[in-house]
């Protein structure tokens, strides 16, 4: 059954049409990623199917009474609430029946010699139980997860909305939204702000979403995580692809090359009808070039028949070419991370060797210190202590992630001359490969966007003629096409890459090498993402069953624990090992908070074994309140 139902949409501003005919529909359970260059009409076509904005012609139909959560890519949130008190809005029947339950509670103590003290404590034991089954007694706990999943530190959740920043803004409305379970959950780009902590944590969560789900996202490895059908919106048009988002791209590519295919032998069979009819119309067989003339017309006026060349926009167009370094291209010793005037470092370096052709993903938590540590290596910062060493014959080149490196008073013409000296119709055309035509190339730095400072530093970086990069974020406002063809471009690229990024897409394509920063130091392992993320999946499994044997084959997904815990238990059983575990969580979370606290002190001293010690502790403690929380979702 579907929750929602677009009939011949269409929309037009003034005598410009942006998209058309759009008939999709929406069936409940599904996962729905819509994808497209900017500028197709994706949010535009999201307002119409939420009912903000309407269609020029057509109609959008829905499930009677369907509850709608909308996550657009700037949401507010207003009033004078703290988040969790606007975490609690999402329970407000629940709040209510707490209350009914309070008065009931007051009731019997005011009346216990009362003669209706029997059906008191029999409307209150109904009451209860009805409580208990809508959750009333996990929500508090629910809500904590969801802001820590998040990316929310449990000393924040007293914060004022008023206070927040617009990517806490985000999370926030996003949260409130996961608490309040509509049937259809509409996220417009919902990773922007998140980390890759918490994106995992959102691909789990929405990966068990027993609603419909419709998503726009540049984040292709969320994607495929997530969703299992995608839309694509393109030159007007919608086009469905069945499978997740490394799917549509396999079935887009081989759509495409068939409708060539099809385009091109119909203009061969046009092209020899057309050469006979001109051949002949005036011979001997002047009848049957005639009569397939009123065939090509017919078919030609019918217009069903004629199949269009396959439509494709202007792409961006790179070239990568480095020189040939010395094998060892970089390697520290002893080295910690972070600001002179600050009390600790942010994090100590394992010791680290790169070869010439590597690349390195550099991943952690925001706030972390990676760009610092690429600002430290480049010579911008000193290290608190120990050396790096860059290898023979090395040139460098950099992307920042704020594109410092722009100087926003030129034109785009003027920074391009800047960096190579060459002639100016020349520079035209270089900035033509990177979609600046026309009168673009006079237009000041400072009025680009995001994008499209993006894909100026790119440019900029393609003329250095490096042969190691480091960059910092480069997918960055991005479209889909631009990130695919920046990751074929570094994927032949003979250099080597330093790379920080919340693109794992980019990362599992690239990386031989993952850099990982944690509270404890930075890590390193040797090998792809796709086997970082099982190794680690792997060990906090380890860890889990070790700290707490019951939680053995658990995982977030719970199923497990649902086979383990059926409903056989008695609501009482229930009820007091829910309460059990909601404890054990409570206690396993200040755990984590010591811990931390600990590991700044530890660090601050300069005291490298305890440290080591307590980051060890700090994921085994981690992985212990997985396993906790786990079990609980089994049971709630």
Same mark, same amino acid.
């Given at each position: 059954?579907?929750?929602?139902?677009?009939?011949?949409?269409?929309?037009?501003?003034?005598?410009?049409?942006?998209?058309?005919?759009?008939?999709?529909?929406?069936?409940?359970?599904?996962?729905?990623?819509?994808?497209?260059?900017?500028?197709?009409?994706?949010?535009?076509?999201?307002?119409? !199917?939420?009912?903000?904005?309407?269609?020029?012609?057509?109609?959008?139909?829905?499930?009677?009474? *369907?509850?709608?959560?909308?996550?657009?890519?700037?949401?507010? *949130?207003?009033?004078?609430?703290? =988040?969790?008190?606007?975490?609690?809005?999402?329970?407000?029947?629940?709040?209510?029946?707490?209350?009914?339950?309070?008065?009931?509670?007051?009731?019997?103590?005011?009346?216990?010699?009362?003669?209706?003290?029997?059906?008191?404590?029999?409307?209150?034991?109904?009451?209860?139980?009805?409580?208990?089954?809508?959750?009333?007694?996990?929500?508090?706990?629910?809500?904590?997860?969801?802001?820590?999943?998040?990316?929310?530190?449990?000393?924040?959740?007293?914060?004022?909305?008023?206070?927040?920043?617009?990517?806490?803004?985000?999370?926030?409305?996003?949260?409130?939204?996961?608490?309040?379970?509509?049937?259809?959950?509409?996220?417009?780009?919902?990773?922007?702000?998140?980390?890759?902590?918490?994106?995992?944590?959102?691909?789990?969560?929405?990966?068990?979403?027993?609603?419909?789900?419709?998503?726009?996202?540049?984040?292709?490895?969320?994607?495929?995580?997530?969703?299992?059908?995608?839309?694509? !919106?393109?030159?007007?048009?919608?086009?469905?692809?069945?499978?997740?988002?490394?799917?549509?791209?396999?079935?887009?590519?081989?759509?495409?090359?068939?409708?060539?295919?099809?385009?091109?032998?119909?203009?061969?069979?046009?092209?020899?009808?057309?050469?006979?009819?001109?051949?002949?119309?005036?011979?001997?067989?002047?009848?049957?070039?005639?009569?397939?003339?009123?065939?090509?017309?017919?078919?030609?006026?019918?217009?069903?028949?004629?199949?269009?060349?396959?439509?494709?926009?202007?792409?961006?167009?790179?070239?990568?070419?480095?020189?040939?370094?010395?094998?060892?291209?970089?390697?520290?010793?002893?080295?910690?991370?972070?600001?002179?005037?600050?009390?600790?470092?942010?994090?100590?370096?394992?010791?680290?060797?790169?070869?010439?052709?590597?690349?390195?993903?550099?991943?952690?938590?925001?706030?972390?210190?990676?760009?610092?540590?690429?600002?430290? =290596?480049?010579?911008?910062?000193?290290?608190?202590?120990?050396?790096?060493?860059?290898?023979?014959?090395?040139?460098?080149?950099?992307?920042?992630?704020?594109?410092?490196? *722009?100087?926003?008073?030129?034109?785009?013409?003027?920074?391009?001359?800047?960096?190579?000296? +060459?002639?100016?119709?020349?520079?035209?055309?270089?900035?033509?490969?990177?979609?600046?035509?026309?009168?673009?190339?006079?237009?000041?730095?400072?009025?680009?966007?995001?994008?499209?400072?993006?894909?100026?530093?790119?440019?900029?970086?393609?003329?250095?003629?490096?042969?190691?990069?480091?960059?910092?974020?480069?997918?960055?406002?991005?479209?889909?096409?631009?990130?695919?063809?920046?990751?074929?471009?570094?994927?032949?690229?003979?250099?080597?890459?330093?790379?920080?990024?919340?693109?794992?897409?980019?990362?599992?394509?690239?990386?031989?090498?993952?850099?990982?920063?944690?509270?404890?130091?930075?890590?390193?392992?040797?090998?792809?993402?796709?086997?970082?993320?099982?190794?680690?999946?792997?060990?906090?499994?380890?860890?889990?069953?070790?700290?707490?044997?019951?939680?053995?084959?658990?995982?977030?997904?719970?199923?497990?624990?649902?086979?383990?815990?059926?409903?056989?238990?008695?609501?009482?059983?229930?009820?007091?090992?829910?309460?059990?575990?909601?404890?054990?969580?409570?206690?396993?979370?200040?755990?984590?908070?010591?811990?931390?606290?600990?590991?700044?002190?530890?660090?601050?001293?300069?005291?490298?074994?305890?440290?080591?010690?307590?980051?060890?502790?700090?994921?085994?403690?981690?992985?212990?309140?997985?396993?906790? +929380?786990?079990?609980?979702?089994?049971?709630?």
């Amino acid at each position: 059954m579907s929750v929602l139902t677009a009939i011949h949409v269409n929309k037009a501003f003034g005598p410009d049409e942006l998209f058309g005919g759009i008939s999709v529909s929406i069936p409940n359970h599904a996962k729905i990623a819509l994808v497209g260059p900017n500028g197709a009409g994706k949010t535009t076509l999201l307002n119409i !199917l939420i009912g903000n904005d309407e269609p020029t012609t057509g109609k959008v139909e829905t499930k009677r009474g *369907l509850r709608i959560g909308f996550l657009p890519q700037r949401p507010k *949130l207003t009033g004078n609430r703290t =988040i969790w008190e606007e975490m609690l809005t999402a329970f407000e029947p629940l709040l209510a029946q707490q209350a009914r339950l309070t008065e009931l509670e007051h009731a019997l103590a005011d009346g216990a010699n009362n003669g209706d003290h029997d059906e008191l404590l029999r409307r209150y034991g109904a009451a209860q139980e009805a409580f208990q089954e809508a959750g009333g007694y996990t929500y508090e706990t629910e809500i904590k997860r969801v802001l820590m999943g998040l990316g929310f530190k449990q000393d924040e959740f007293s914060r004022p909305l008023t206070l927040l920043s617009g990517g806490q803004v985000t999370r926030a409305l996003l949260a409130r939204l996961l608490l309040e379970v509509p049937e259809l959950l509409v996220l417009d780009e919902p990773t922007n702000h998140l980390d890759i902590n918490a994106v995992e944590w959102l691909e789990g969560y929405l990966r068990t979403w027993q609603g419909a789900l419709l998503l726009v996202s540049h984040d292709r490895y969320f994607m495929d995580k997530v969703v299992n059908v995608v839309w694509e !919106l393109e030159f007007g048009e919608l086009d469905t692809y069945h499978g997740n988002y490394s799917h549509y791209v396999q079935q887009r590519q081989e759509r495409h090359e068939r409708m060539l295919k099809e385009y091109e032998s119909q203009q061969e069979f046009i092209k020899k009808e057309q050469d006979y009819i001109a051949r002949n119309i005036a011979g001997q067989n002047t009848n049957q070039a005639k009569g397939r003339r009123r065939r090509l017309e017919r078919l030609i006026k019918e217009g069903e028949w004629i199949k269009k060349r396959p439509q494709t926009k202007h792409k961006l167009h790179m070239r990568l070419e480095a020189s040939r370094t010395g094998n060892e291209v970089f390697k520290t010793k002893g080295m910690a991370i972070g600001y002179p005037d600050a009390d600790e470092p942010l994090f100590d370096v394992s010791e680290i060797l790169l070869m010439r052709g590597e690349v390195a993903a550099i991943i952690g938590p925001n706030g972390s210190g990676k760009s610092t540590f690429l600002k430290t =290596i480049l010579g911008a910062l000193q290290p608190l202590q120990g050396q790096y060493q860059w290898g023979a014959r090395v040139e460098i080149g950099y992307f920042a992630q704020a594109h410092e490196g *722009l100087n926003a008073e030129n034109t785009l013409l003027e920074e391009i001359l800047q960096t190579k000296d +060459m002639p100016i119709s020349q520079a035209r055309n270089y900035l033509a490969t990177y979609l600046f035509t026309g009168d673009d190339v006079y237009r000041q730095i400072s009025t680009l966007s995001g994008g499209e400072r993006g894909r100026l530093a790119l440019a900029k970086l393609s003329l250095a003629g490096a042969n190691v990069l480091l960059l910092d974020e480069p997918t960055n406002h991005l479209d889909i096409a631009s990130q695919e063809i920046l990751q074929n471009v570094l994927v032949d690229y003979e250099g080597t890459i330093l790379l920080v990024s919340h693109d794992r897409y980019l990362i599992d394509a690239l990386a031989t090498q993952i850099w990982a920063v944690r509270p404890d130091g930075m890590t390193i392992f040797q090998g792809a993402y796709h086997d970082y993320v099982t190794l680690r999946e792997q060990e906090a499994a380890k860890l889990a069953e070790a700290v707490n044997p019951s939680s053995k084959n658990n995982g977030r997904q719970a199923k497990p624990v649902v086979e383990k815990h059926p409903s056989g238990l008695s609501q009482f059983q229930r009820t007091k090992r829910l309460a059990e575990l909601e404890a054990q969580i409570h206690k396993l979370e200040v755990e984590l908070q010591t811990i931390l606290d600990n590991l700044e002190i530890a660090s601050a001293a300069g005291k490298v074994q305890e440290v080591s010690r307590l980051g060890q502790q700090y994921t085994e403690t981690e992985a212990a309140l997985d396993a906790t +929380m786990a079990e609980w979702d089994g049971l709630a």
